[in-house]
């Protein structure tokens, strides 16, 4: 069951542009949702989150927003450059006695120069 | 800060044999370590949560005595393949978590078995 949902596995981008990774999720239980960045042969890296109460969570060029009444998130980062290629991973975070973090299977975005 | 390493960075092995993977926390002390199996093109793939001096909780579906985990101090978890076959040739992570949802991923191990 894939609570988290990137249906997009790539997206690219002109440098300077917008660019818009988008998230689904199923389990209306995630307290929490992060954005993590990584780059080939190196372990994800954290990058932005939302609390699940707020609708928007703004850090520099990276923005999130969080429509939880249609269980969508993205991730927004304006303006973009060619260091930002890289896989993103959208996660959802829960607490079951425990915390856990579920993963996406992450959008690889290409900006061009 | 919060650097997390992880030893062998690639490993090969033989099929039936066991393979050890180390997870450090070098600069920060982690109550909480989480090991990830990533396959090519998918998502990271939680296999089972590791708490210092306790017994790790295994993920749906992950054979607890295939995936040997030990969480000796609060700067070190292993991850031990035991029996490895072909099928378990994978890209395995360690993340550290120093709260509820901070967590600091290592630079991963690349298993293959032969």
């Known amino acids: 069951d894939q609570q988290v949902k990137q249906n997009s596995p790539s997206l690219s981008v002109q440098e300077g542009r917008i660019s818009i990774l988008n998230c689904d999720y199923t389990?209306?239980?995630?307290?929490?949702f992060l954005w993590y960045k990584k780059y080939p042969a190196e372990g994800p890296t954290f990058l932005i989150s939302i609390s699940s109460i707020k609708d928007k969570n703004e850090d520099g060029r990276f923005t999130v927003f969080l429509n939880k009444s249609a269980k969508h998130l993205s991730l927004h980062i304006v303006p973009s450059q060619p260091g930002d290629s890289a896989v993103y991973f959208c996660a959802g975070g829960l607490n079951t006695g425990g915390f856990k973090t579920i993963f996406g299977a992450g959008t690889r975005l290409f900006v061009k120069a | 800060g919060a650097v997390v390493s992880q030893h062998p960075s690639w490993v090969i092995c033989k099929s039936g044999t066991s393979v050890k993977i180390e997870c450090r926390s070098l600069d920060f002390q982690a109550t909480t370590m989480f090991w990830y199996r990533q396959f090519p093109k998918q998502s990271l793939m939680l296999m089972a949560t590791s708490n210092e001096g306790s017994k790790a909780t295994y993920e749906q579906g992950v054979e607890k005595d295939k995936f040997l985990i030990n969480h000796a101090s609060l700067t070190l978890s292993t991850l031990t393949v035991t029996s490895a076959h072909p099928e378990d040739s994978s890209f395995y992570i360690c993340s550290a978590a120093t709260g509820p949802y901070e967590q600091y991923f290592g630079p991963g191990t690349r298993l293959t078995v032969t």
């Open positions: 389990n209306s239980m995630f307290d929490y």
